[in-house]
């Protein structure tokens, strides 16, 4: 399964990028959210990997669902609203995704670190799962993912032991971690029963 993060657009079109602002990974500036699409899709946002990548511009997430349907890949799309645009935004992907996956293929997993965005979500199209991201263990947590109906928590993949882990399994959701990047963290994440790890390095934790 791949990830991915999806704001909005000043004109309401869902698109890939983590950061509010532009200038980190494009040649754009300001706030991604104050840029209608037709301006934001003319940004190069692949020279600040490598020169390979020079003139990428932004994906909007239809292209993706073109992309992973077309090759049989499942995708978690993180609702990664810009300040102040919580609700709209897991609203508007949640309507994407209804109409942007059929009702046979599995839908993408929807996760935010804002419950205002999942519960947004959750009203759109009550059946496509969700998770709820932390990076604390704030007071509350697991009540209000049980509120929004998850199917999962994702945590800083240091959060976890055992009583977090038995917690989770108790409410009935699964245990997933970001980011692993060494195979002893994955190791001791699978001893103590998680369920799913992200990483950024598949060739360290992929299969042998």
Known sequence: MFECDVKLSADAVCFLLHDTTLERTTNGSGRAADQTWGCLSQWDAGSWHSSAYAGEPLPTLAAIARYVQANDLLLNIEIKPTPGLEAETGAAVAQ?????????????????????????????????????????????????????????????????????????????????????????????????????????????????
Request: with cysteine.
């Open 96 to 208: 994407a995704v209804l109409a942007l996956w059929p009702a046979s293929r599995t839908p993408p997993l929807l996760t935010s670190f804002r419950p205002e965005s999942l519960a947004a979500a959750q009203r759109q199209a009550p059946h496509i799962p969700r998770g709820l991201l932390l990076d604390t263990l704030w007071h509350g947590w697991l009540e209000v993912a049980q509120e929004l109906a998850c199917a999962a928590i994702v945590c800083k993949y240091t959060l976890w032991d055992a009583a977090a882990v038995q917690a989770v399994h108790g409410a009935g959701m699964r245990c997933l971690s970001y980011t692993v990047n060494n195979a002893h963290a994955a190791q001791e994440l699978i001893d103590l029963g998680t369920d799913g790890i992200i990483t950024d390095c598949v060739d360290v934790l992929g299969p042998r």
